[in-house]
Structure formats: C-alpha cells, structure tokens
C-alpha cells in the first residue's frame, strides 16, 4: 500500500425521509384515522480514527462518501428506518479542512475517536403529527430535509513518539532499522527515504514483557531551504509537528567541512522557520557513525562537537547504528523522556474540548441563534404539504 498523506474527498449526508399520508381503513370506512408515520433521519457521514493506520491511500481512491438517505414514513404510524451512516475510517493525527474555504473542521486523535462532518437531513413528519380535535382527517405531511454537500482535504500527520530529523544520508533508516522491527529502505546515497516509516522501539532489555515501548518515526532528510518547500520540505516537516521529542540526527565527524554543530544549528533553523513551535519542542542530538572514526584525532573531534552541543542545552547520544553501539543507553533515555512528555500531553489533551456536533444540514445552515428575539424570524418551518 503506498504512503499517502494528503487528499481530498467528497463527501455527502443522507436525505431525510419524507412522512407519510395514511388512514386507518376498514370496510366501508375509508377513513377512521390518521395513522401516517414519520420519515427517517438521513445517514451521517463520520470520520473514525483507527491506530493501526499510517496512510490516506485507501481514501484516496475511494474518494466519494455518500450516507444512505432515511426512509419514507409507513402506515399504522411507522416510522421510516434511518440512513445507514458512512464511515471513514483514518490514521489518527488525520485533519479535516473545508476543500472550498479551508477551515478545519476536525482532528482525528484517538483511537476509535468519532466526529461527524456531515449530519443526515431532518426526517419529514406524517399526518399523524397534524392530528388535532378539530382536524381529524390530516392530508399535511413535510418532507425530508437534504443533506449535508462538502469537498474535504483530508491532511496526515503522524502521530509518533520520537521523530527523527536529519540530513540525506545521516543514517536515519539504519537506526530505524536496529532500534525497531520496521524495514525501511536504505542505501548509500542521500533522498533513499522518500517517505514517512513508523518502528515501535521495544525496550526487551528491561525484561521480555515488560511492555515499555515508543513509536519512533523515520521523516525523509531534510535540505537547506525545506521550511520553504525545497525537496518537499513542507510535506516532511508536518510529520514533525505531532512527535513529542525530536532527535536530530548527525554525522559525528565533519561532512564536506561541515561540523556536527553547525549541522545542528542549520537542522534547527528549518524547524524554526517552518513552525515555532517545533524549534522549541523537546530534543535530543544522536552524533551517528562514530565507528568511522580512524584515530584519537576523530575521536577528539567528535568529543568536541559533543560538549560543544551539550553547552547548548542538548543531550547528546554517541551511537553507531551499523554496529549497534550505545542504542541500549539511547532507547532507554528517550523512553523515560518520552514518558515524561506524555505526562504533559495528556494534561493538554484533557483539556481539549472534543466537538462532535458536524455539520448542520443544508436548511439550517448560516442561522443565527445568538438572540431568542430573532430565533422565530430567522428559522424556517418545514413546508407543509396537504395530499389533494
């Protein structure tokens, strides 16, 4: 299945269905009652987050999403049965924009999570509803309400404990590879990455069962000038904004003159430039490949970046991800810290407010309701028809 993590989709609620003129009959008595049901409510159209997605793609080629419409109301004051809701089903970390005005109108965080983005129209009423002691042979019945029309842009960004960050070339898949179970590919020469790859990082040193794990992502190296869009740079960096800790992978040893740090400050300013936010989230640096060091001069090299780097605040990992040097010591440290970080995340998301309301259908849409004065002016009435 190929990585996808952005498209657009069309997407349609269910109409209401229209009530329903009925009497009571026997012999010689056609009409010894109003027994005439309501319609059913039109199906919604909701998004559902599921954990074990990483991709857009099986959207993607779907790309239309229509709820089933409510049916008519029976006789015997029956009411019609309502539209089958559509479900979309999405990686959590799915965004939800308006195609046409690009207002968000939804974020898919949990799992199982349940928003609707378009609600069924509005079931029509039956004669039975018109009766009254002085209307006892109602033809009136409403019908079903539309339901809701919309393009969406549907936006992934993956929700990942550890993001890796780093040059083409800097040994990110490799780590990937010897930390966690995934098998993203990998060669000798920069952009081998081309997507996104997701590793649950195990931590079977603390016991075989001890469930202590983390999700790690693998972001596609990143240039100078991504936080512009060069080398696809917008579409790597979202996969940033979600990760709790950044670990910025780096050369240990000078590349093309090029020191660890200024790697570093270069890698930083991207993030800086693209979002705030990213610049400022936790972060870690792992010096990579300190196994090409060839004498005490690298080696001395390598402890200069590394103090150099913990000045700035850092804490920095000596690894060799070819021979699987110190990465005992590295998943364990970003373990803890990453527990820490979920400790913050979770008071924050408990706060969030979690709106499942969707949207209105069509005939109620762009009402103001601020003001009771103005409620019986600006709502329309169903329209009532009379069977003739």
């Known amino acids: 299945m190929h990585f996808i993590d952005s498209t657009e989709v069309f997407v349609k609620s269910g109409d209401g269905g229209n009530g329903m003129v009925s009497f009571k009959t026997a012999s010689n008595k056609p009409k010894l009652g109003a027994d005439g049901g309501d319609g059913g409510p039109g199906g919604n159209v909701v998004f559902v987050g599921f954990g074990q997605l990483n991709t857009l793609s099986h959207v993607r080629y779907k790309h239309r999403f229509i709820a089933e419409n409510g049916v008519r109301g029976g006789s015997n004051g029956k009411t019609g049965a309502h539209g089958a809701d559509a479900e979309i089903v999405v990686p959590l970390g799915t965004e939800v924009y308006n195609a046409k005005t690009g207002e968000k109108i939804c974020d898919i965080l949990g799992d199982g999570e349940r928003f609707v983005v378009a609600k069924g129209g509005q079931r029509g009423l039956g004669n039975l509803r018109f009766l009254s002691s002085t209307h006892q042979a ?54 081998t990455t081309l997507v996104p790859n997701l590793g649950v990082v195990e931590l079977r040193e603390r016991g075989e069962f001890n469930l202590q794990s983390f999700v790690m992502a693998d972001v596609p190296g990143l240039i100078e000038g991504a936080s512009e869009g060069r080398g696809l740079g917008h579409s790597f960096l979202r996969h940033l904004e979600r990760t709790k800790v950044i670990a910025y992978v780096i050369d240990a040893l000078p590349i093309d003159g090029e020191k660890p740090e200024a790697t570093l400050e270069l890698l930083r300013r991207e ?118």
Request: glycine share 6%.
């Open 138 to 191: 109602p033809v009136e019945f409403t019908e079903g309400k539309p339901g809701v029309e919309i393009d969406l842009r549907l936006e992934l960004k993956l929700l990942a404990d550890v993001g890796l960050a780093g040059l083409p070339n800097a040994g990110k898949s490799t780590l990937l590879s010897v930390l966690s179970s995934a098998k993203p590919k990998i060669a000798d020469y920069p952009f």
């Open 271 to 388: 993030l800086e430039n693209y979002d705030t936010k990213l610049s400022s989230r936790t972060a870690v640096v792992i010096l990579n490949k300190i196994d090409i060091a060839m004498d005490e001069a690298d080696q001395a090299l390598i402890q200069s970046s590394k103090e150099l780097i913990e000045s700035a605040g850092y804490r920095v990992f000596l690894v060799s991800a070819m021979n699987r040097e110190g990465l005992v010591d590295l998943k364990e440290q970003l373990f803890d810290l990453v527990q820490e970080e979920k400790k913050i995340w979770n008071e924050m998301m408990a706060t969030k407010i979690p709106q499942h309301r969707g949207l209105l259908p069509a005939e109620l849409a762009g009402i103001d309701f601020s003001g009771l004065k103005n409620f019986s002016e600006s709502f329309k009435l169903p329209q009532i028809h009379a069977v003739q």
